[in-house]
């Protein structure tokens, strides 16, 4: 599976869009592009996951570069119950196991 | 989105016994879960692939002896850390594959005393 870099930690305020960056520049073709999050002490929480065209849940939304060698979760309006750690994730349809790298903190703040 | 369970969700055990861990996925068929463990303030590591009806397969330096793994149905596979010890305490966490997406369990959290 291709390796992911992400930012350690960001912050953001209540009610505002969160965006999470994510590199994946040795993605190969097959790979899909993967978010969850981890709340403390809990499982990870599958969030959205994409190829190569942009997707959109009730949860987030997911851009993916042209190139496909990076991407963004975006959380339209932040909460205070979005804090966890993201973590970004490439992976083959079926391939099953995941990658974790360390993830982005993502601090939500009143 | 599809449901994981796991059962125990904590467990305290003494030096020298064994602990099963139980992993379930409650609304959907899985030939294939995972094991992870995750030590504070560390990320997820993959310890093994549990095949349903096969042996499971373990990643470099999990030993297969101290952390048994049966996935006897396609709902149902269990961990069991044999001779628990201390460093053996961790939270473990599972997961199943529904179409093109993971599921991850609660995850269980192992102490041992």
């Known amino acids: 599976d291709a390796k992911t870099t992400q930012p350690t930690s960001m912050d953001c305020a209540e009610g505002r869009a969160a965006n999470l960056p994510c590199n994946h520049s040795t993605i190969s073709g097959n790979e899909y592009v993967y978010w969850y999050r981890q709340i403390h002490s809990q499982g990870p929480q599958y969030i959205i996951h994409?190829?190569?065209n942009n997707e959109t849940n009730e949860m987030a939304s997911l851009i993916i570069t042209e190139d496909r060698k990076s991407s963004t979760l975006i959380l339209p309006h932040a909460t205070l119950r979005d804090t966890a750690v993201y973590y970004c994730?490439?992976?083959?349809?079926?391939?099953?196991?995941?990658?974790f790298g360390d993830g982005t903190t993502l601090t939500v703040k009143p | 989105g599809a449901v994981v369970s796991q059962h125990p969700s904590r467990v305290i055990c003494k030096s020298g016994t064994s602990v099963k861990i139980e992993c379930r996925s409650l609304d959907f068929q899985a030939t294939t879960m995972f094991w992870y463990r995750q030590f504070p303030k560390q990320s997820l590591m993959l310890m093994a692939t549990s095949n349903e009806g096969s042996k499971a397969t373990y990643e470099q330096g999990v030993e297969k002896d101290k952390f048994l793994i049966n996935h006897a149905s396609l709902t149902l596979s269990t961990l069991t850390v044999t001779s628990a010890h201390p460093e053996d305490s961790s939270f473990y966490i599972c997961s199943a594959g529904r179409g093109e997406t993971q599921y991850f369990g609660p995850g269980t959290r192992l102490l041992v005393l």
């Open positions: 994409g190829l190569k």
């Open positions: 994730i490439v992976s083959a349809t079926n391939a099953g196991k995941s990658t």
